[in-house]
């Protein structure tokens, strides 16, 4: 039996069976792979590093944009408007609850999603790694650095299943929470419930304790 | 606009960026939407964390997300205000970037 997130003189320590690990660590992967093709969807093989960017970037003042550029580059975004399209939001629900819009507005979103989807995706990337490397050993013991890395990769596996469970409002998960209180799990949803109870309740437990040891600040 | 390097700035020309430095330092503020996956414990917690607002203000937000939908969560210039949707993105929040009324 799974024993929850509490702080140790180590770290934030939790006892999970290894199945528990493995099966955490697996769905890490899949969150992983989900957001590698829409890496590929998205950037193509052109934008694949950063270095072309970078050169882009380069290129552009070369080709008479001007110091402007640099000086004002969110300007600089928006006159671009006709010369570069913005980026669609994934159709996909899963990406679409990971990769979300920054504006309410479609075409002002679209615009900022191209400007910063590539880098979420490699800091959600980053996280997840991180954590199934954290899941490799027994117990789980996380840093002051890891815990909120491995938080929140958690969540991104949270956002997940809960997107594939069709969670929208409070009452959906109250019911997911029901079905995965009964335990024998019979059914793909049912066993994805399951999951979504037990990462909540080690991400609940991870942040419990964080914020009993976090000290008090003042407002910045 | 970029050509005229060397040339005497007009008069339009300065007022349009004038124009421009205003609407650059308009301030803009980070919203964050309720959902029903993130936890208020975690939600409290990333506001007091990346924000840095106290235990107190970080539970006060996180209740209005809840029961009112939304809240603003940090006022600044553009540019901040994005980076800071972006990092609520990246811990799994919804938030928008939208113009200070």
């Keep these: ?220 | 606009m970029s050509s005229t390097a060397g040339s005497t700035l007009t008069r339009e020309e300065a007022d349009l960026s004038e124009q421009q430095r205003a609407a650059a330092n308009r301030p803009y503020q980070v919203v964050v939407w309720n959902d029903p996956v993130n936890l208020m414990s975690y939600v409290a917690w990333v506001f007091r964390s990346y924000f840095g607002h106290s235990k107190e203000k970080a539970k006060k937000l996180m209740l209005q997300v809840h029961h009112e939908g939304r809240a603003v969560v940090a006022t600044g210039p553009r540019e901040q205000a994005e980076r800071d949707v972006t990092a609520m993105h990246n811990y799994g929040l919804q938030a928008t970037v939208e113009e200070a009324e």
Aim: net charge negative; charged share 30%; hydrophobic share 40%.
């Design chain 1, 1 to 220: 039996m799974a024993r929850a997130f509490r702080a140790t003189t180590r770290g934030y320590k939790a006892d999970l069976e290894t199945h528990e690990r493995r099966l955490i660590s697996q769905l890490c992967a899949d969150v992983i792979t989900l957001l590698q093709q829409r890496g590929k969807e998205v950037d193509g093989d052109t934008a694949a590093t950063d270095q072309q960017d970078e050169f882009d970037h380069f290129r552009r003042e070369l080709a008479g944009l001007g110091a402007q550029y640099l000086e004002n580059e969110q300007e600089q975004a928006e006159n671009d408007d006709d010369a570069q399209p913005g980026l669609e939001p994934p159709t996909d629900e899963v990406l679409a609850r990971l990769l979300p819009d920054a504006a309410e507005d479609a075409d002002e979103a679209a615009q900022l999603r191209r400007l910063s989807e590539s880098s979420l995706r490699e800091s959600k990337i980053s996280d997840l790694q991180t954590a199934r490397m954290a899941l490799e050993s027994d117990p789980v013991i996380l840093t002051e650095e890891q815990a909120p890395v491995f938080g929140r990769a958690i969540n991104d596996v949270r956002l997940t299943l809960a997107a594939r469970l069709g969670i929208e409002t409070e009452d959906d998960a109250e019911k997911v929470h029901n079905i995965a209180g009964q335990g024998k799990a019979a059914t793909t949803d049912e066993f994805m419930a399951e999951l979504y109870a037990f990462t909540t309740w080690l991400q609940e437990t991870l942040f419990s304790a964080m914020l009993d040891v976090m000290p008090e600040e003042q407002d910045r």
